[in-house]
Structures are given as C-alpha cells and as structure tokens.
C-alpha cells in the first residue's frame, strides 16, 4: 500500500497530535509498538476489532514514507 493518506489522520486534540488510525485513538506507533513486540497481523486484529489490515498496512507505509524524509544533520 502506497497511498496511507485516506487512513492516517492527525487531529490537534487527539493522541497529542500524534498520527491516528482514521480518526479512532490509535496511533500509527502503537501498531508499530505492537508489531515491534512480535504481535502478530492476526493478535492485533483479534485485540482490537476496530482496525483491518489495510490499517496495519497504512501504517507501515506511513513509517516507511517518513523514514525516507529523515536526514542526517551533520557535524
């Protein structure tokens, strides 16, 4: 998934402004916490009902797509 535009949002008072899951309270890094930890596709899904795998994929690719912007400051 290339496009995680339509399912990530970042809303002012919600979760510190961090970057959410289509409007719900969970944060692009909780899934990367929980995928981090060894959770599978499928724990996550049982655990929290709410999100599909096209959401863990958003997130993914929202790591992904802000990793590449990342730059190193030099000395």
């Given at each position: 998934m290339s496009d995680f535009r339509?399912?990530?949002?970042?809303?002012?008072?919600?979760?510190?402004g961090k970057p959410c899951i289509r409007g719900l309270r969970i944060t692009v890094y909780d899934i990367l916490g929980w995928l981090a930890s060894g959770m599978s596709y499928a724990e996550i899904l049982e655990d929290f009902p709410d999100l599909t795998v096209e959401d863990i994929q958003a997130s993914l690719?929202?790591?992904a797509d802000r990793d590449?912007?990342?730059?190193?400051?030099?000395?």
């Open positions: 339509g399912r990530i949002t970042i809303e002012a008072g919600k979760r510190g690719a929202f790591a590449s912007h990342l730059v190193a400051a030099s000395s």
